[in-house]
C-alpha cells in the first residue's frame, strides 16, 4: 500500500492510453487530473452523431477486434455495450469493380481472372506466384515472399508509398506484416473472435471511463514544462522527441487529412474500399453502413476520404510513428534520457513511439497502472 496516499497525479492526453490509467488509478483513490489540448475527450477514437444522424469517427474509421478473454475488453466493457460488427473492406480495381481485402480466394480470382474449385487449389496458385525462396527482412520483401509481385504492384507497394512516404523496402517488416492472405472465402479485414463497436460510440464509452468522483478534466489547456511539479506523478501521452527538445532529432511521423463529402450514389460494396493505385487517398469510409450509425436518414451519405501526408502539411497531428531503424535508435536515446525522469512516464502511441490499436493501448496503460500501484519501476 502507497504511504502517500491520495496524492495528485497528472495525465496529459484524454486519450484510451490517459484514460486508462487514469480509472484504474481513480479507483484506487487517486486524485487525478487530466489534461487535453483538444476540444473534446477521447483523443483519436473520438466520435459524434452529425446533422444526418450518421456517427462519424472524426480521425478515421476505428474498428475493435481482439480476443474474448481479453482484460482489455473485460474493462472496456465496463463502460459500454458492444453492437457485433465484423469490419469488411475492398480495394477498387482499374476496371471499377471493387474485390476483397485482405486477399483471399474471390480476391485472386478476381484479379487473375481464373476459378479455384476449393482451398488447395487457390493455395497451390499462391504457392506458384509468390517468391518462397526470399527470406523477408523488410516490408517489401515481405510482400513479395507472401504474395508475390503482381498482387505487391497491385494492392500493396503504391499504397504503401503513400500512407507512409517511404519506399516499403525502408519500413521494418512488421508494417507490412499486419494483413494476413487467405486461400478460402473468408471476407472479414480481421480474424479474432471479438470483432464489434461501442453500441452508443467510443465517446460515450470514454466519458463513462472517466465519470468518477477522483477524476477531474481540463479540455482546451495544453500541458507546458514545470505543470508536473505539483504532481506526485504524471503520465504524458505528447511526443517524446518534443518533450526533450528534439535534442537526438525529429522522430517520423505520418500524418493524415481527413476530408468529408457528402454523396447521394449507390452504398459502397463495404464500409471501406480501398484506393490501392497512385492516387493521393488512401481509403474512403460510407458512415451509414456501420451497425452503430442508427436512423441515418436523408438523401446525401457522408463519406470520408484520407490522404496521408507529411507533418509539414498538418503540424500537431501525429497519427502514424514511421518505424525505421534510425528511428528505432533515435527512439531509444530518448528512452534513455526519459529514466532520468523519475516521476514522469511516457504513455500512448507518441510517448511509446508505436503505433498501438485500441485492444493493446488498453491492455499497455492497464499494466502501466498497475506496476505504478504495485511500486514497480515502470520505466522498464
Ligand atoms: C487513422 C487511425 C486509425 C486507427 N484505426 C484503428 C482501428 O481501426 N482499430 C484499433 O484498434 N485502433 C485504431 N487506431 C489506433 C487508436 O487510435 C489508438 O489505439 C489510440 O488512439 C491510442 O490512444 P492514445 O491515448 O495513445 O493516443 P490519442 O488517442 O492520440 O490521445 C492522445 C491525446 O493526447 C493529447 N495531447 C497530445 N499532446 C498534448 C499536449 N502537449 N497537451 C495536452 N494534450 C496533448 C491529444 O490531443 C490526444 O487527445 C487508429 C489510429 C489512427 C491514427
Known sequence: MFKFDRKKILIVGAGLAGSTIGRVLAENNFKVMIIDKRNHIAGNVFDFINNNNERIHKYGPHLLHCR?????????????????????????????????????????????????????????????????????????????????????????????????????????????????????????????????LPEKGYSEMVENMLDHKNIQINLNTSYFKGMEENYYHSFLSIPIDEFFNFKFGKLPYRSIIFEEKLENGFDFDAPVINFTDNSPFTRKTQWNLFPNSYNFEGKFKTVTYERPCSMQVNPGEYYYPVQTKESNITYSKYVKLSKQESSLTFIGRTGLFKYIDMIPAVEIHMRIAKKFLQGIDISK
Request: proline fraction near 5%; glycine fraction near 4%; charged fraction near 30%.
Open 68 to 196: 474474448k478473454n481479453s482484460e482489455a475488453l473485460k474493462f472496456l466493457s465496463r463502460f459500454t455495450k458492444w453492437v457485433k460488427y465484423e469490419h469488411k473492406v475492398r480495394a477498387l480495381l482499374q476496371n471499377g469493380k471493387t474485390t476483397p481485402l485482405p486477399i483471399n480466394k474471390s480476391t485472386l480470382e478476381d484479379v487473375f481472372n481464373r476459378f479455384f474449385k476449393d482451398e488447395n487449389e487457390t493455395r497451390e496458385f499462391l504457392e506458384s506466384i509468390r517468391n518462397k525462396e526470399l527470406i523477408p527482412t523488410n516490408t517489401d520483401e515481405f510482400f513479395e515472399s507472401s504474395v508475390g509481385n503482381t498482387l505487391s504492384d497491385l494492392f500493396f507497394r503504391p499504397y504503401t508509398r503513400k500512407m507512409w512516404g517511404l519506399e516499403p523496402k525502408d519500413l521494418n517488416i512488421s508494417v507490412g506484416s499486419r494483413l494476413p492472405v487467405r486461400t478460402n472465402n473468408d471476407d472479414r479485414y480481421f480474424n479474432d473472435e471479438f470483432q464489434a
